[in-house]
Antibody
Framework: QVQLVESGGGLVEPGGSLRLSCGAS????????MSWIRQAPGKGLEWVSY????????YYADSVKGRFTISRDSAKSSLFLQMNSLRAEDTAVYFC???????????????WGQGTMVTVSS | DIEMTQSPSSLSASVGDRVTITCRAS??????LNWYQQKPGRAPHLLIQ???SLQGGAPSRFSGSGSGTDFTLTISSLQPEDFAVYYC?????????FGQGTKVEIK
């Protein structure tokens, strides 16, 4: 079935780095934009980054621009998020999500992974 | 960025109640509005796309309406499995933004 599974979260000190992975199955990975969305403990949802199916088009939220890098490997149906210069405010559950457009070209995040927790603390 | 404001932030309701959640955008977003349900410890789940299009598998007691800046999510008869946090999200302009969430609790 259609599924996304994240991995790579953990505890890291401020200023440190971490690389998240998201494995996709059950759909043609290269056909879809993919995204990372995060949720700080007890808080709402914050979009982090997009990457197009080809990997050519990439967007970031201002809060992570210059520190995070999104990438994908379509041969392995995998999405990645390299996080550098981590700050306490980056502490969150990180979800990968598939972006789907409907017939009116309105997109939504229709498939989500279970999330992986990133804690930035000394 | 377009700001999305939900009301109320939380509500208490009983099984069988009709529940309405409102989402307001800081500028017009046509019908580029999605609704998600999130249960504790779980990922969000897409309920409604494009303001009123119920996703496959979502119960028919859920409905969405609105256009422009004002939107509503209605649960016609609240069921025990509907107690969760609900988020609206706009996809009209970059970056995509979410409302702060509405927690539906058991009365």
């Amino acid at each position: 079935q259609v599924q996304l599974v994240e991995s790579g979260g953990g505890l890291v000190e401020p200023g440190g780095s971490l690389r998240l992975s998201c494995g996709a199955s059950g759909f043609t990975f290269s056909d879809f934009y993919m995204s990372w969305i995060r949720q700080a403990p007890g808080k709402g949802l914050e979009w982090v980054s997009y990457i197009s199916g080809s990997g050519i088009t990439i967007y970031y939220a201002d809060s992570v621009k210059g520190r995070f890098t999104i990438s994908r490997d379509s041969a392995k149906s995998s999405l990645f998020l390299q996080m550098n210069s981590l700050r306490a405010e980056d502490t969150a559950v990180y979800f990968c999500a598939r972006r789907r457009r409907n017939y009116d070209n309105i997109y939504a995040f229709d498939i989500w992974g279970q999330g992986t927790m990133v804690t930035v603390s000394s | 960025d377009i700001e999305m404001t939900q009301s109320p932030s939380s509500l208490s309701a009983s099984v069988g109640d009709r529940v309405t959640i409102t989402c307001r955008a800081s500028e017009s977003i046509n019908n580029y509005l999605n609704w998600y349900q999130q249960k504790p410890g779980r990922a969000p789940h897409l309920l409604i796309q494009a303001a009123s299009s119920l996703q496959g598998g979502a119960p028919s007691r859920f409905s969405g309406s609105g256009s422009g800046t004002d939107f509503t999510l209605t649960i016609s008869s609240l069921q025990p499995e509907d107690f969760a946090v609900y988020y609206c999200q706009q996809s009209f302009s970059f970056p995509p933004t979410f409302g702060q969430g509405t927690k539906v609790e058991i009365k």
